[in-house]
T-cell receptor
Framework: DAGVTQSPTHLIKTRGQHVTLRCSPI?????VSWYQQVLGQGPQFIFQ???????GRGNFPDRFSARQFPNYSSELNVNALLLGDSALYLC??????????????FGPGTRLTVT | LAKTTQPISMDSYEGQEVNITCSHN???????ITWYQQFPSQGPRFIIQ???TKVTNEVASLFIPADRKSSTLSLPRVSLSDTAVYYC??????????????FGAGTRLAVHP
């Protein structure tokens, strides 16, 4: 079975531009979360979506937005890019059923470089 | 939110048992302790989670004392391929059961021949 897939794998943008990152969860998983990982640090939570609804938001500015589609895939959008947005953007999926599981399945990430 | 503190780095040798201890002094009653592993240029991978006492799976064991203010990840007989960053997380129950992961800085484990 395919794992979580993300596209593109690498991206170079200039300051002020907009970027869209895409994620396809594991088949059957209904929850998608987005994380930002700056070099040398742990991933930082950005958003969580379940059944097309936002279920959680981290401490990120409004330039960051996301959505989930009926097929449970997801997009992360970042407007007005800053140099500090350069990072590895990770998508993770989970079944999304309520309960006490903290097991999420991460994709390989999209490496965004802002120049 | 509960904050975790763990060693920045550790060194070990092949075949040894490695224990990584994490402190989470202000863990809440409903929070779970979770550990993830991350290799360079890859997303994190779930290792184990627990609430109290001891949990064991095919990869590792997790020891949690009664006060739950710390936890220890135990990796038996490490190999070179266990060289990675290990994150101790507190899993925060989210709205409607959709749980959130709060990552810290992690422990860089280097396994030497």
């Amino acid at each position: 079975d395919a794992g979580v897939t993300q596209s593109p794998t690498h991206l170079i943008k200039t300051r002020g531009q907009h970027v869209t990152l895409r994620c396809s969860p594991i088949s059957g998983h209904k929850s998608v979360s987005w994380y930002q990982q700056v070099l040398g640090q742990g991933p930082q939570f950005i958003f969580q979506y379940y059944e097309k609804e936002e279920r959680g938001r981290g401490n990120f500015p409004d330039r960051f937005s996301a959505r989930q589609f009926p097929n449970y895939s997801s997009e992360l959008n970042v407007n007005a890019l800053l140099l500090g947005d350069s990072a590895l953007y990770l998508c993770a999926s989970s079944p999304g059923t309520s309960g006490d599981s903290y097991e999420q399945y991460f994709g390989p990430g999209t490496r965004l470089t802002v120049t | 939110l509960a904050k975790t503190t763990q060693p920045i780095s550790m060194d070990s040798y092949e075949g040894q048992e490695v224990n990584i201890t994490c402190s989470h002094n202000n863990i809440a009653t409903n929070d779970y302790i979770t550990w993830y592993q991350q290799f360079p240029s890859q997303g994190p991978r779930f290792i184990i989670q627990g609430y109290k006492t001891k949990v064991t799976n095919e990869v590792a064991s997790l020891f949690i004392p009664a006060d739950r203010k710390s936890s220890t990840l135990s990796l038996p007989r490490v190999s070179l391929s266990d060289t990675a960053v290990y994150y101790c997380l507190v899993g925060v129950p989210g709205k409607g059961g959709y749980n959130k992961l709060i990552f810290g800085a992690g422990t860089r484990l280097a396994v030497h021949p």
